[in-house]
């Protein structure tokens, strides 16, 4: 509700919403649509991380310490880095290759819903993370089987779910200047935004977003 205190969570989805909003409106000028592009990709890669749903009181996970194979962390760290490179150790394109093993029913399926319901399918999420990794637990090998598949699926989803958004954007603005839609269709979409997805979800680079490779 409006009159709930402001979340992280719930910034979250503010801010996505109001970005694909701003971008679908379209009439932007062009660099102010490529920060707009690059701020929505970076955000839709938070939305699946599950620690960027965390609590307030301890800043996502960052105030509750943990060790990960005997190194001190905290567990917004994990997360955030270290769990995924130590489930596989793989580049970007080898990431997309290895799981990117869905049929089109399962990624239409995935793709589904709203950034409403994406971020409530992460914040349950994280309050089973919160459960699984009190303060001061030693986190290694079982902690790495448990949860290295749930790493990939959200790869996989917030790479769909990004391609989603942006087909829905640009879709939308090509109709309205009566331009057909692109052929490529969802899934072509969805792999190459994958790719920018797992950059920006992993390691948050500041690099220049490239729109055409990432609808194309």
Same mark, same amino acid.
């Given at each position: ?114 950034? $409403? ?46 391609? $989603? ?9 090509? $109709? ?41």
């Amino acid at each position: 509700a409006e009159t709930q205190p402001r979340t992280p969570a719930g910034d979250l989805l503010r801010a996505v919403t109001e970005l694909a909003e701003r971008l679908r409106d379209g009439g932007l000028p062009s660099a102010e649509e490529r920060d707009a592009l690059r701020m929505l990709i970076h955000l839709a890669g938070d939305m699946h991380c599950p620690m960027h749903a965390g609590r307030s009181d301890d800043r996502g996970g960052n105030d509750i310490a943990v060790t990960f194979f005997g190194e001190e962390s905290n567990l917004h760290a994990v997360w955030d880095t270290a769990l995924p490179e130590a489930a596989r150790r793989w580049r970007y394109t080898e990431w997309c290759e290895q799981t990117d093993r869905l049929t089109d029913d399962e990624a239409a399926l995935i793709g589904a819903g709203t950034p $409403r319901d994406w971020i409530e399918e992460t914040r349950a999420l994280c309050r089973e993370v919160y459960e699984a990794s009190p303060a001061g637990s030693d986190l290694s090998y079982d902690y790495v089987a448990r949860f290295a598949p749930v790493v990939e699926l959200q790869f996989l989803k917030g790479g769909y779910r990004l391609a $989603r958004l942006l087909n829905d954007i640009y879709q939308c603005m090509r $109709r309205e200047a009566g331009i057909g839609c692109h052929g490529g269709g969802y899934r072509h979409a969805g792999r190459a935004a994958r790719k920018k997805y797992r950059k920006s979800a992993i390691a948050h680079p500041a690099e220049k977003h490239d729109l055409c490779n990432v609808i194309r």
